[in-house]
C-alpha cells in the first residue's frame, strides 16, 4: 500500500513537498517513483529514485524537483520548486519491486497563474 501526502494550491513560483509512504513487504532492491497526469494527458515520469539513491527526471521538471529517500527505505519525497502552471495534475506515487508495479491513491496539485 502506498500512501501520498503534501499536494494542494500553490501560486506560481511556489514550492510544495510530496510523501509517499510504502507499507507493506518491501524488497531491498525498489525504484520509487513520481508520475503525474493532467487532465486530457496521458501519465508521464516526474521522477524516480532506486534504492541505491539514483535518480532521473522528467525534462520538463529538471532543476526544479528533487526526489529523495527519506529515513526507512519504504519512504520517498518529491521536493518541488519554482512551480508552474503546467505542472498542474494529480501526483500519483509508484514502487516498483520484483517486476511488478504499485500505485498510490494519487494527490492533486494545482499551480495558479
Known amino acids: 500500500q502506498l500512501q501520498a501526502s503534501g499536494g494542494g494550491l500553490v501560486q506560481a513560483g511556489g514550492s510544495l513537498r510530496l510523501s509517499c509512504v510504502a507499507s507493506?513487504?518491501?524488497?531491498?532492491?525498489?525504484?520509487m517513483a513520481w508520475y503525474r497526469q493532467a487532465p486530457g494527458k496521458q501519465r508521464e515520469l516526474v521522477a524516480r529514485?532506486?534504492?541505491?539513491?539514483?535518480?532521473n527526471y522528467g525534462d520538463s521538471v529538471k532543476g526544479r524537483f528533487t526526489i529523495s529517500r527519506i529515513g526507512a527505505r519504504n519512504t520517498a519525497s518529491l521536493e518541488m520548486n519554482n512551480l508552474k502552471p503546467e505542472d498542474t495534475a494529480v501526483y500519483y506515487c509508484?514502487?516498483?519491486?520484483?517486476?511488478?508495479?504499485?500505485w498510490g491513491q494519487g494527490t492533486q496539485v494545482t499551480v495558479s497563474s
Open positions: 509508484n514502487l516498483f519491486q520484483r517486476g511488478i508495479g504499485y
Open positions: 507493506g513487504t518491501i524488497r531491498e532492491l525498489n525504484t
Open positions: 529514485i532506486t534504492n541505491f539513491s539514483n535518480t
